[in-house]
């Protein structure tokens, strides 16, 4: 994969593209070096796709699907065996159902325009979830969030952070807390530097600050993303959203994801079916023995509504969810 420093802003085709050249590549923006280092990542093949999906170049559930389907292009422009290729792009990370959700979007036409459409209209779907979740918020609202559900994390303007810019853009936000999200940081690193770039007040808080901050009255309420919902509204997140969503539960504040429908999985009932993936314990320490799972599932009635592009979803999910 080939390196190169590139400018700040924060476009779709910033975020993940694919390049026609000869030789053809996805070029993704590398979250893992902000917001210190502004550069992108090439890819080349279909591995190295898959290599930068499981190493966390990319990261967020639908912008995974989004580098998914460029890798699938990708494949197709390389003359790859296409079975193979989705093999190999569905096994590289196992939670975020927006990755087998775009592989199959891409199996009967894997081109690249099929590919840049789809990533087109994940960015409108969060344009319209935002604009739907905006109205969840009062004038003075002060939010908090939990790791990063930015462009980054969507290919293009956010799911809640979208959500807080909404907010922001029609007067109705004061402020918002970003839990840092341990251990990669995703809230201190990527939401930080995003809210910072559209010029949204925010302060960075350690994950175990998030009670006692509530508890002081200084939370209207919680808006996060999501990597798999089930049919039934229990939504896998960012480990630490379940602490969320039971502190938010003792101080009667509500907890709102925001997420695209690509990201509601029908075919599981609930969260129980969920895979939950465990990663390397050395990002945890490299000293100890330590356990890493990067997701948890909240119960759907510590859910206080999920928004998609189509509206704000109260229960019960199993009827309201499209």
Not at 146 to 154: E, I, M, P, R, S
Not at 222 to 231: F, L, M, Q, Y
Not at 261 to 269: E, L, Q
Request: glycine share 8%; proline share 7%; aromatic share 4%.
């Amino acid at each position: 994969m080939a390196v190169s420093v590139v400018s700040r802003e924060l476009e779709p085709e910033r975020i993940a593209r694919l390049e026609e050249g000869d030789p053809p590549a996805v070029v993704l923006l590398d979250q893992r070096r902000l917001p210190d280092e502004i550069a992108e990542v090439a890819c080349r093949s279909v591995a190295e796709v898959a290599d930068a999906i499981r190493t966390m170049v990319v990261r967020g559930a639908p912008a995974i699907g989004v580098a998914a389907a460029y890798g699938m292009a990708l494949a197709a422009l390389r003359g790859e065996d296409l079975v193979e290729a989705e093999r190999t792009l569905a096994a590289s990370r196992p939670t975020a159902v927006n990755l087998p959700w775009a592989l199959a979007q891409m199996r009967d036409d894997p081109t690249p325009e099929r590919a840049r459409v789809l990533h087109r209209e994940e960015v409108e779907r969060c344009r319209r979830m935002a604009a739907h979740a905006a109205a969840l918020f009062r004038p003075g609202t002060r939010a908090l969030t939990h790791c990063n559900a930015g462009g980054l994390a969507t290919g293009g303007y956010g799911s809640a952070v979208g959500a807080l810019r909404a907010a922001w853009e029609r007067g109705l936000l004061e402020r918002v807390l970003v839990d840092e999200t341990r251990p990669l940081l995703q809230g201190a690193r990527l939401t930080a530097w995003e809210l910072e770039t559209v010029g949204i007040p925010h302060a960075v808080i350690a994950d175990s600050a998030a009670g006692s901050l509530m508890a002081r009255g200084e939370v209207d309420l919680i808006v996060t993303g999501a990597d798999r919902i089930a049919s039934n509204g229990d939504t896998a997140n960012k480990i630490g959203t379940y602490s969320l969503a039971v502190l938010a539960a003792h101080h009667g504040i509500p907890l709102y994801v925001v997420a695209p429908t690509s990201t509601v999985d029908h075919a599981i009932p609930d969260g129980s079916a969920i895979p939950i993936e465990e990663r390397d314990p050395a990002e945890v320490t490299s000293r100890f023995p330590a356990r890493n799972p990067a997701f948890d599932v909240t119960p759907a009635e510590l859910i206080a509504a999920i928004v998609t592009e189509h509206g704000v979803h109260r229960p019960p999910y199993a009827e309201s969810l499209p």
